[in-house]
């Protein structure tokens, strides 16, 4: 009994045996080779993650590279140069060296690019744009010269019926040059807050022609004047307001304060009678004869590959008491005098060439009060509208200069027929 459940237990037991046999066979040849592959895992897991760790301390140098050079091409390079632009294309460089990036590593983080100074936009209006920058300071010598012509008619007497005058007609033609030089000197405080002075130097000549119609005159008159000397001088203060950058304004206050330096019109010799009974002046004057005060606002807006610019001022002239006029018929007294204030404004636009030249176009609009005669309105002041149509061309002669061209034109009948302005600003 005991044989035959022996045999019975052992039968069931022989396959079973072997194929477990098998199967830990097999388990064990196929667990033999896991070590070296998990060896192999495991280098490349480390090696990727090296990889890994490069390419983000890569991508963080390029994002600290792309953050300088939109620093420099923003507020350092524009905040160096007057009046200037942004780079003609500043995005597409930037873009260009931040894909570049990974490939200098050998320069420092934060280089700006190899391009050069940032293009100045012709200055074609009185204030310059971007301020100087700390410890920097610009000589600027100039020319300007004006002409302007005008036909004038006086009627003097009274009429009876619209077509019949008795009186004086005065048929009167003016012809006016003045050429002003000028020498302007700024120093950067701050590369927010710059400081200017400028000193004129005016040459002016009129050619008055007239003829009296209904005094048996037959031929013309010519009354010729001039004047020179120095002028008014001027001292301005200019303080960045903002940071700005290459994409948002600048705003830069501004406030000038000119002085009564030059020849001022009541002292010079006035003629009041030759010719017809108008008064003319025998020594033209170089001065306005007011102090004055002209607070003002600029905002530029750079935008690629340009940048717009405007302002907005008034001047204030502070009236002058006991005033004396010099005539050839001894002084007369004038009283007190207070001129009318002036509510300027203009704008315009730069537009860079190549990396040397620009151009730029703009307008200038001023509106000038009626003048006051000891409390009264004068009775030959009227608001006067002077509006000017501006075109500028600079080109940078070397690193430190470069020379500003501007024409202007009038569009008002009081403008002056034109203007041609020359600076070179020299940067020390």
Same mark, same amino acid.
């Given at each position: 009994?005991?044989?035959?459940?022996?045999?019975?237990?052992?039968?069931?037991?022989?396959?079973?045996?072997?194929?477990?046999?098998?199967?830990?066979? %097999?388990?064990?040849?196929?667990?033999?080779?896991?070590?070296?592959?998990?060896?192999?895992?495991?280098?490349?897991?480390?090696?990727?993650?090296?990889?890994?760790? @490069?390419?983000?301390?890569?991508?963080? &140098?390029?994002? @600290?590279?792309?953050?300088?050079?939109?620093?420099?091409?923003?507020? !350092?390079?524009?905040?160096?140069?007057?009046?200037?632009?942004?780079?003609?294309? $500043?995005?597409?460089?930037?873009?260009?060296?931040?894909?570049?990036?990974?490939?200098?590593?050998?320069?420092?983080?934060? #280089?700006? $690019?190899? #391009?050069?100074?940032?293009?100045?936009? @012709?200055?074609?209006? =009185?204030?310059?744009?971007?301020?100087?920058?700390?410890?920097?300071?610009?000589? !600027?010598?100039?020319?300007?010269?004006?002409?302007?012509? /005008?036909?004038?008619?006086?009627?003097?007497?009274?009429?009876?019926?619209?077509?019949?005058?008795?009186?004086?007609?005065?048929?009167?033609?003016?012809?006016?040059?003045?050429?002003?030089?000028?020498?302007?000197?700024?120093?950067?405080? *701050?590369?927010?807050? =710059?400081? !200017?002075?400028?000193?004129?130097?005016?040459?002016?000549?009129? /050619?008055?022609?007239?003829?009296?119609? +209904?005094?048996? =005159?037959?031929?013309?008159?010519?009354?010729?004047?001039?004047?020179?000397?120095?002028?008014?001088?001027?001292?301005?203060?200019?303080?960045?307001?903002?940071?700005?950058? @290459?994409?948002?304004?600048?705003?830069?206050?501004?406030?000038?304060?000119?002085?009564? *330096? %030059?020849?001022?019109?009541? !002292?010079?010799?006035?003629?009041?009678?030759?010719?017809?009974?108008? &008064?003319?002046?025998? &020594?033209?004057?170089?001065?306005?004869?007011?102090?004055?005060? #002209?607070?003002?606002?600029?905002?530029?807006?750079?935008?690629?590959?340009?940048?717009?610019?405007?302002?907005?001022?008034?001047?204030?002239?502070?009236?002058? /008491?006991?005033?004396?006029?010099?005539?050839? +018929?001894?002084?007369?007294?004038?009283?007190?005098?207070?001129?009318?204030?002036?509510? %300027?404004?203009?704008?315009?636009?730069?537009?860079?060439?190549? =990396?040397?030249?620009?151009?730029?176009?703009?307008?200038?609009?001023?509106?000038?009060?009626?003048?006051?005669?000891?409390?009264?309105?004068?009775?030959?002041?009227?608001?006067?509208?002077?509006?000017?149509?501006?075109?500028?061309?600079?080109?940078?002669?070397?690193?430190? *200069? /470069?020379? +500003?061209?501007?024409?202007?034109?009038?569009?008002?009948?009081?403008?002056?027929?034109?203007?041609?302005?020359?600076?070179?600003?020299? *940067?020390?």
């Amino acid at each position: 009994m005991k044989t035959r459940s022996t045999r019975h237990l052992s039968r069931p037991h022989g396959p079973l045996l072997g194929l477990l046999t098998v199967c830990c066979g %097999g388990l064990a040849h196929a667990a033999d080779p896991l070590p070296a592959d998990l060896d192999v895992l495991r280098a490349q897991i480390v090696e990727q993650t090296r990889h890994l760790d @490069a390419i983000k301390r890569q991508v963080a &140098e390029a994002d @600290a590279k792309l953050v300088e050079i939109q620093r420099v091409l923003g507020t !350092e390079a524009l905040g160096a140069q007057r009046a200037t632009g942004v780079s003609p294309v $500043p995005d597409a460089q930037a873009a260009a060296l931040a894909q570049a990036a990974p490939a200098a590593q050998s320069k420092p983080v934060g #280089q700006a $690019p190899t #391009q050069g100074p940032v293009q100045q936009m @012709a200055q074609i209006f =009185e204030q310059p744009g971007i301020l100087t920058p700390r410890g920097k300071y610009v000589l !600027e010598p100039g020319l300007q010269y004006g002409y302007s012509s /005008s036909n004038r008619i006086s009627l003097v007497g009274y009429t009876i019926i619209p077509a019949l005058l008795i009186g004086l007609i005065d048929v009167r033609e003016v012809k006016r040059n003045t050429v002003t030089t000028t020498l302007t000197g700024r120093y950067g405080i *701050t590369n927010r807050f =710059e400081i !200017e002075a400028k000193i004129p130097y005016v040459y002016r000549s009129d /050619s008055v022609i007239s003829r009296p119609l +209904n005094i048996g =005159e037959g031929r013309d008159q010519l009354f010729s004047s001039s004047g020179k000397g120095l002028g008014d001088v001027e001292f301005t203060g200019r303080y960045q307001l903002n940071d700005g950058g @290459a994409d948002s304004p600048y705003y830069i206050g501004t406030l000038r304060v000119k002085s009564r *330096t %030059g020849k001022d019109p009541f !002292e010079v010799l006035t003629d009041t009678v030759a010719g017809t009974s108008n &008064e003319l002046q025998k &020594e033209l004057p170089t001065g306005s004869g007011f102090l004055t005060v #002209q607070p003002g606002l600029t905002v530029l807006y750079p935008a690629d590959p340009a940048v717009f610019f405007g302002s907005v001022s008034y001047q204030y002239n502070f009236k002058r /008491s006991n005033v004396t006029l010099n005539t050839t +018929n001894g002084p007369v007294p004038l009283g007190e005098i207070a001129p009318g204030g002036v509510l %300027g404004f203009n704008f315009g636009m730069g537009l860079a060439i190549n =990396e040397r030249s620009s151009f730029s176009i703009g307008y200038d609009h001023s509106s000038v009060g009626r003048t006051k005669i000891n409390g009264t309105n004068a009775v030959n002041s009227v608001r006067t509208q002077l509006g000017t149509l501006l075109v500028g061309y600079s080109q940078r002669l070397n690193k430190s *200069t /470069s020379l +500003n061209v501007s024409v202007g034109m009038g569009v008002t009948r009081d403008t002056p027929d034109v203007q041609l302005s020359v600076r070179l600003p020299m *940067t020390f």
